[in-house]
């Protein structure tokens, strides 16, 4: 009996490091590369440079002018992009799935969208700049037809209204991805039913519809938001730096020549962390809450 | 009879009424789209003046220091795509078949890469790998400052650009094998006496083609259009290159900035070619 009962365990030992081999690459490379790194940048939040236990670097983060208008700013650019790109994405995916476009317009859409969401970075930034930069298409084209100059009116490429616009195209195009298959997914049934009862059309959508899909339009909005949070290769390639965001102020604490405190930088890191965690989260939860009905 | 023509009539009367608004909707949407892409093509084309020309892409892929970089993120990319493939794909299959249980564990991750920003991520691999690594709590240095070497630095690269794919990589790949069931093919390979490896490379992996090619398309338009890890750890890729292009000329970095549009095109057209279904998107911003 206990023969019995002292064999399979040891077999279990082996067979226990036999049944997690497959996945022991993945869980190295994610330690060495992905958790180590950014635990790192947190214990390391908690020492000044002399390599003291302190709390000040966290401390800071709330009483440094530069560093609260820093996450003020990119919150700020983060939350009317999500709104903004979240609403027009809506509107869009509407139209293509239960709007009455043409079959077409549709997969023309999702491929545009799906490119557009991967156009992010320098070639964006630059694209932007020849449509609305100081002789892009556009400014030429107000100032030449309509006699609009645009810079007059206080437009500037360089600045929250210009780096808005600019990641709004690739924010719009991920809700597009995200919502198309929401919408899909709403029962023709629900319509009909509705309609059966003499239900308007808004008051189909008002009671009906925007509920069920308000979990899936909100999470949607946390994944924009986390989507600019985290953003740095747009802002910095069209700004070269000017436009105070998170992203550009840490590595300038890190990395950066006059703005030199990296522990600052490393405390900053910590709290783009935690609010990513929570629109990533946000995002979750909610999008697991809308499949209830849509699945 | 009589309600469902009743139901009939209302419903085309609706879809009348509402389609206007879908076409205006779809027509500010398309002009969301076009315009800057528009603008950079017809700037790139006004090199020489007052004539249409492709001056500024002769120049522009003419220009050695263009060739270099973008052969090199290329090659970044090239690695980058193996190296996701090779950690991806054994994790994938064994959650799948042997161990559900770590399902949870691996999809945590992967959602912490999407948490941990680029920005973030790469500082991190800067503070770990530019000191020497060592024994916790000792000095006993285990490697030297792992970035101090070129080859060090590349690997370094390629695997945060990995972190940076994982999410697309990993959903390519898992809903690659929730489709093809790799359960009764694996059973089928055991019963003919198949080894794992043979299993993996010959019976999987052809089978999931489709997938990797999209995961792949995904990782190379992500890896070319890199800047964040680039710059942090200073190599000298295709993007900040571009950047650095467009401080002293106006015209070669909208004709590389167009031309990089058509590539991302081209791999997305590929994707939907391939997979047939919905668009995916990298976050590599």
Redesign the interface.
Known sequence: MANVSSHPQRISVAAYFHKWAGVVPFLLFAFFFLIWPSAKLMVDAFFDQTGHFTFSNLAELFENPTVVRAYKLSIQVSAVTALGGGIFGFLLAYSVTVGGLPRFLRSGLITFSAVASNFAGVPLAFAFVATLGRTGFITAVLKNLLGINIYDAGFNLYSFMGLSLAYMYFQFPLMVLIMAPALDALKREWREAAEILGATTLQYWWNIALPVLLPSILGTMFLLFANAFGAYATAYALTGGSLPLITIQLRAQIQGDVLHNPSLGYAMSMGMIIIMAISTLGYIWLQSRSERWLK | MN?SRY?IT??TG??????F???I??F??AL??I??????L???LRMERDKISLLAYQKAFAAPEFLKTFIYSNVLAVITIFVSI???V??A???RL??PE?RR??EY?T???????????A???N??YGAPIKIPFTDVALTGAILNTRFGTNF?VV??Y??LA?PLMYRSIDTGMRTVDVLTLTEAAQSLGANWFTIITRVILPNLRGSLLSGAL?TF??VV????IS??LYVQTF??Y??LL??HRAYE??A???A??LM??A???I??LVTGG????????
């Open positions: 309600l139901h209302r419903r609706d879809r009348r009424g509402f389609s608004w879908s076409w909707w779809f500010l949407g969301y789209f315009l800057p892409l528009y603008a950079t017809d700037f790139s090779l950690v991806i054994p994790a299959y064994w959650i042997r161990l770590a564990v691996i991750i959602i912490l890469s999407i948490v941990i920003p680029a920005i973030v991520l500082h991190g691999l503070t770990v370094v695997m945060g990995t972190v994982l995904l338009a992500i259009g890199e800047v964040t710059t942090v993007s900040p571009l950047w467009g401080q970095p909208a590389l900035s167009f990089s549009f991302i095109w791999s997305m057209g994707i939907q919905q668009g995916q998107t990298s976050s590599a911003r």
